[in-house]
């Protein structure tokens, strides 16, 4: 059941107060000053700071919990929050973003830095299936049915993984081996292989940073590599 806070100290159900008691809760997620779930029957629903649009609403203001009816008519299975912008998942595997796009962190490809409330599809060739997604600070990833991670938006701290430091405005394949989780944090990421390691990149919290990490034997890269293959 829904559950959580909002503008209280002090947890409390969202629908004592906003009318979504009842509502059948599978994934949450959570950006800087925003929130989003997603309903047993899969629509997002979102509420919390929404002066970028990254509450899916037209800008400004705080927005209320409510659903997003603008992806109504599809059947969402996941959720990802950035500091101001917001990825849902579908259930055939298309990602769509809305909020902030400063760095590129929605994936659209569009050249105008300007947010963007209305949800729309993020710059995945066609017939790519993804199944996972996650947001850093200003920055995404999403892992496909095959394994493949993807990165777009801020890469200033080596966050995407693609030997450089350089933003993108379209998602583009990390060079790793096949992955089956990605997770990120305000600008670093950690991905489980589908072998079971463990591959990491990104800002080190120490003024360094893991430009790329692609954890086998050869790697020639200039990172902090845990390789133990």
């Known amino acids: 059941r829904v559950s959580g806070c909002f503008s209280s100290p002090r947890p409390g159900e969202i629908g004592d107060v906003h009318d979504a008691k009842g509502v059948e809760v599978v994934p949450l997620a959570c950006g800087a000053g925003h929130s989003a779930l997603i309903t047993k029957e899969g629509q997002l629903w979102t509420w919390g700071s929404n002066c970028k649009g990254q509450c899916g609403r037209r800008l400004g203001g705080t927005a209320m919990p409510g659903p997003i009816h603008d992806l109504s008519p599809l059947k969402l299975i996941a959720a990802a929050c950035g500091a101001a912008h917001t990825l849902a998942l579908t259930e055939g595997g298309q990602i769509y973003?809305?909020?902030?796009?400063?760095?590129?962190?929605?994936?659209?490809?569009?050249?105008?830095?300007?947010?963007?409330?209305?949800?729309?599809?993020?710059?995945?060739?066609?017939?790519?299936?993804?199944?996972?997604?996650?947001?850093?600070e200003e920055f995404s990833a999403a892992v496909t049915?095959?394994?493949?991670?993807?990165?777009?938006?801020?890469?200033?701290?080596?966050?995407?993984?693609?030997?450089?430091?350089?933003?993108?405005?379209?998602?583009?394949q990390v060079p790793c081996e096949s992955v089956a989780q990605v997770a990120c944090g305000m600008g670093h990421v950690i991905a489980r292989t589908l072998r079971g390691g463990v591959l990491y990149w990104g800002y080190t919290g120490e003024g360094r940073r893991w430009e790329t990490c692609t954890c086998t034997c050869t790697c020639t890269c200039t990172c902090t590599c845990t390789c133990t293959c």
């Open 145 to 172: 049915a095959d394994g493949r991670l993807l990165t777009w938006g801020f890469g200033g701290c080596g966050q995407l993984g693609h030997g450089n430091t350089n933003s993108l405005k379209r998602p583009k």
């Open 97 to 136: 973003s809305f909020g902030l796009n400063t760095t590129g962190q929605l994936g659209n490809g569009a050249d105008s830095a300007e947010p963007s409330p209305t949800p729309l599809p993020v710059a995945i060739s066609a017939g790519i299936v993804c199944v996972r997604i996650a947001c850093g």
